[in-house]
């Protein structure tokens, strides 16, 4: 390759650079030696190694001083990370304090320094998910309040079914937005936590002292104290992947959406246009939905990850075998992917164009059977539910047959005009009158969002 | 079959047959009548249909008066459950009330009985499952509290480690147990809503007074009002596969390690005997541990249950074409699954025979090997930790290839011995002394446990 | 419930009844009681038991007469089918020849019965499957062989594309159909295959003889001979899984399709309509495609199944402790469910309605962009790939803005008239010269058809 | 980092170098640009193209020539590698060869690119796996025969059952190996083919030749020819992931079973050691066994990825927005790991270390309750199997709560005595006759094995 290729030439289509650069190599690293250095300083602040100790393996713990490819070499043999860390830190520590060197990782297991690496490194990630989170609650409030009165056919089972709106539409989204908020919150809260226990979760290796040590290197860390060691109960990191996995869920069904309504026959919303963007290798005419794409992608992908790390909750006794290392590569990935659909489809949704005389269109597309409840409702307060249903169920079928307007074959209706005067009839069909409480409950959510005045996100 | 069978062979092994009781069929048809009855009786109070209508529609819900085996036929033609129960309850209450009958399920569309329905039935399955969880909870307090002192091996990678004791094992189970309460208790107050929103979610077929409706249908059934219908929006269902689905990894965690714990050759605790319970079809002297296969198939399926629901988040537009149908069947699947190893994993615990002698005998299995780390750490403060690892490594090996015990070999080492006196040495080889901060952190998990003070499951 | 109902109140909708039959608790019971009338036959056969005793074993081994409800019951203890099952069995034996309950399940082990009783279910189950899979292929080739002319948009990314056949799609279908019926055959030959193994698959209780049985067993019930017993490999269960697996996605690859087709908007093709098909509880005109919603459930919900005995194959020593129970309901609700998906899926091909007219009619809605690839290659001949791009490029973004068909602007466009004449500028925005080699393919998948002439499903 | 690092840390430890060298980016890009340089072949050898435009494209087709992160870049925008790949290529040859760069990428689409090169991949990788796997196949038919009378307590429901050889575990592992290599041999006849359809299938833009340059390109690619485009029918790529994930099942079931032999307290089979492998970074005595925990790791992540790419197969009409992009990075990394576990598994075989003496040690810790299915049988002869049955479980109840060895309990028993003389039961009670048909069976796989005499490992 001409320049030096990415390993990850996929990675700017699924991901999202800004969060990638929290979950890479480097990162990965830097959090590790952030531990073994937060740990240096919280035993010497208690006195149990001394400060001068602390200070050297500080100054050493840098990722950029780590030899990347022996660590992976290493790993290999030594089953993980931590092992070959330890090993180059030391000698790195050695070479500067010989003393010093004797307390890199001192009392701590492997475990310790991977787990906690990996709580700092879903901190940065939660941060940055979060605020991006809010950009797109932002952009969903806007789209609500703004097409508040923008209609279009609602469609259930994918046949057209009544009117609505597309603010309803984007209220629905955001309405799924502030729950996803409120989980990450949980989460958060809930997860974010130390890990240290030594060889086994007894701290034993720290002697009398452990559990003060646990309780300087988290307030140094500036992360929770848990009751106990959660090393071989993993609840806590899968409910990273359950939550993330929820929102690719709903990033999928916004995606959904998207594409449906921009296939070439229904034309009603699209993705920005760019240069280069959505082409085709071999049609000129072709502007396709990549932010869709790439959400879409997420969705599919996501689910499996989730279910890996959910069967990978079944580790043996206080260290897992497989169940272990089968998180290290799959909470990364799952991390990136959700984030990067976050990304890619929060900036479509901050260009979407929305073609609202088309959507109007549309809702005239079935020559009135998009009317059909809202006449059999009218009707049924004078008929009954049976009665009025078998009335414009039988002229939904001549307005078929006979490929005319469901309005003129009800008005042509004895029973139906019975009941419903032309001005009601004419009513009853115009969508003005027949989006509901679409705008109420646009409302509802638009108030819960100004009431939620949420703090800038990450700020702790 | 001589005596009417149940379809459903393995129920009893794999579920719990109380909760099994809240997600079968009758409770699934209940469920929804239910709702059909609260929401004539909400449209009566505000006068929104008839007072006797409500009443003769109220008397019509019972899921006995249902024909169970038109309703499952005529739904495979209507593509759901609440076009035929709508079809049936309206021909009672016709025959009792014809004015009545033009009343039933106005205004609602087939997905807000079917959620709501499924809201009910999931209230009270995860009361139930919250009962059993405090029990269990109850009694890995009680573990924790009585084993603070039985020393056995910690294992890692499947390894004996260092020591540790069977109640901070405990400990380790009933804090995860913690997290799994709170999640519950968070999904409840997210997820436990109504869903009313008529035919495509405006609740245009209610007119101008839709949202008071949903407000006393609400109040009626005791559910959270959402600030939108959530028909398309599918993570609170999903909510509730993924938190059960984390409680499954906890439950296949813990049964995971009694399983290796009962094996033949570790016979550390055992699942309780019984008269026919966990024998062989062929091999006389067999005791397997049923309870612990029971949770550990629980954890194996869940996952895959999980990532079909969240796979299935992907609904098109106002209602999904098979994402919406692929949770009928799963969810209630998915926590019969979860309940029932709760609920015989709890059971096991309950009755668990602990050998303790047997734990303290594996402890010396190693000649010594188990307390390497102790040594080392020992030898560390005084050596530094590099040179104390060689030491002792190079101790470890002698003792194997010498068979002899790791205290004697290190009691010969000149190194060794020059910074160890035989008394700390033998403090070094003798668990009572090596199980670290085991207790205090059981303290830490009990105190928690006591500040929780949780009021009575299910109790809102 | 008025009439005793199903247990299974979505079976008729998801699951095909005649399938479902072979798969549920009588069908379960039946298998494994086979196995062992078979068992005491081989037996008695080579002498190894008395041949009254083999026929009064057989004369017992009905599902009519086995207790289902205490069966339940008793595996919960026991932990599986197979010890309760025996001790039925036995007694009944007893009561009729005691000296003969002393060979019932003679030197089989429950995972024996339970085993070899699913293959002999999962062979009925393949036959049925293999019977449906042959009458879709036959109604894919009507489809691809009448429609080979039918003329409608092709849709990547879901934007229209080019021409292509109705004909063709179907052809693409079958094609699929073909490797499915392979994938099958080849499942057939690997997987329904004899499991007897004894205690532990040494066949060491049945002494020298053992492997006498085993050849004499699998021949009466007509199973090919294994090299060993699989009991702990699970790869001949879980490839059942993995075969329905693929052959789902392809019934929810068609069911997508059409419900795309189906679409308001698109409306190209449809369901068969019947009274009380795909209706709604509240709207009158709606008509569901109810078959796609169901394949697309199928799809939606059997990969997470297939992840499930995925992960089961992980099964300890001789027997797994949960990985096997995993696969006891999983199985058969993946199986019914592909069934149920590929029968309805049939179904509802059987009865499609195709409005060729609206086909061609959607061809002509993008004003002659979906021609434009078309356009692009005829000028590449002349002016290279990447002028014609260009050219066609900047063409069709004209044809947008000024809301003109692309044969017009192209015409008036100097580049294209200099080398696209009117006569081959017509012909190339004419769809019945622009679909390619639809045909030729067709007729080779037809051709491929022809040439496997199936034997009868299921025979051997 | 002071070395350029592997973004990949964890690939050395989880993948195998010599596969992932296939599946890396600069595999990829080679591979489509194998398809840019044959394609032209093919068409400059039917005429379609001039032969010097062949070889100016070829020229150019290098992986590196191409600048790797530009095409990262703009696939962000593109939505795929192969539209910025084309530009590229096309840009290089046109600095060559003007008119030969109007002929790039000739009538194909992205799809047929990235498609036929993802199965070039698969072809190379699948080599890798096949060589692989045979050598397994060898190593495990060593271990078979050489441990043919190798005594073991064989273990059901992780519980000691009955005698068995290590070297009949050895043979089931080959069967099933067996069974993986018939699968991959199916899935190479049927899934190796080329994909080339244009932009939507019909190869519309290779005018009336289309077909014979999809036989000169298949035949150019040693790649079978199918009888249609399958670009959205994915059940070829999903086979892939469906067939390897079989054989992680197996690998995973292997490594379990590795792992339980190697537990502290069984001690009875090892990974091999070096220096630095499996140790831990705080307990210097641990020797972990890594490469269990690899394979046990990728059978618990591969089955999520499995259920992903089934998931994925549900692609809309001629080209799937989601479910496309969602194999691209999936089932490269599902083959990275299925093949890293089948090295390093392998790799731990061929130096397993097996304590004979602890196996035999092993059958005695039960004081003959791993006999108890032996002296039943034997005693059923004389008493029917229930009456054996109780004698014998009652003197498993005594020798367990006497704590005496059962061959002494039997000894004393009137019953057993009666019908066991002195020699008999002491042979009841000797693993060496109490394995069964072990040695037979063995020799029933390895025959097999001698009978598939495979050709070398991915030689066509």
Known sequence: LTAEGP???????????????????????QAMLDFEAALARAQAGLG????????????????????????AREAAQAGNLAIPLVRQLTARVAAADPVAAGFVHWGATSQD???????????????????????????????????????????????????????????????????????????????????????????????????????????????????VPWHSH?????????????????????????????????????????????????????????????ALA???????????LLGAMVQEHERGLG?????WETLPDLVGLCGGALHHLTEALCGLRVDVARMAANLEATEGLVYAEAAQMALAVHT??????????????????????????????PQARAHLPPAELDRLFDARWQHGQAEAL???VLATRRSRRRPPAGGE
């Open 48 to 71: 149990i190694i001394p400060s001068t100790a602390a200070a050297a393996i500080g100054a050493q713990c840098s990722a950029d001083r780590i030899d990347a490819k022996a660590l």
């Open 323 to 327: 169940g272990w290392p089968a998180e």
């Open 442 to 444: 646009i409302d509802r």
């Open 384 to 413: 009954g539910r049976a009665e009025a249903r078998r009335i414009v169920e039988a002229a939904c079928e001549r307005a078929r047959t006979e490929e005319r307007h469901l309005h003129d074959v009800l008005a042509d209706d």
């Open 234 to 294: 993993r609840d806590r990191v899968a409910e990273v992947a359950t939550t993330l996995g929820l929102l690719a869920g709903t990033l999928g069904k916004i995606a959904r959406d998207l594409a449906l309504h921009a296939q070439t026959e229904v034309a009603e919303a699209f993705e920005p246009t760019a240069e280069g963007r959505g082409g085709s290798s071999t049609m000129p005419h072709k502007r396709n939905p990549v932010a869709a794409a790439v």
């Open 7 to 29: 390993a990850d030439l996929l990675g700017p289509l699924f991901r999202w650079e800004r969060l990638a650069g929290l979950l890479d190599a480097r990162a990965r690293i």
């Open 298 to 308: 997420a969705a599919a992908r996501v689910p499996g990850l989730v279910s890996s």
């Open 113 to 227: 320094v991977i787990d906690t690496g990996l709580v700092l490194q879903l901190r940065a990630a939660l941060d940055a998910i979060d605020g991006e989170l809010e950009r797109l609650a932002e952009r969903l409030a806007e789209l609500a309040d703004g097409h508040r009165g923008t209609l279009l056919p609602a469609r259930t089972w994918m046949q057209q079914a009544v009117p609505t709106s597309f603010g309803l539409k984007a209220a629905g989204f955001l309405d799924a937005v502030h729950r996803h908020q409120d989980r990450l919150a949980e989460l958060r809260a809930r997860g974010l936590v130390l890990q240290l226990g030594g060889a086994a979760g007894t701290l034993a290796a720290l002697g009398p002292r452990g559990l003060e040590v646990a309780a300087a290197l988290a307030e140094d860390l500036r992360l929770g104290l848990p009751d």
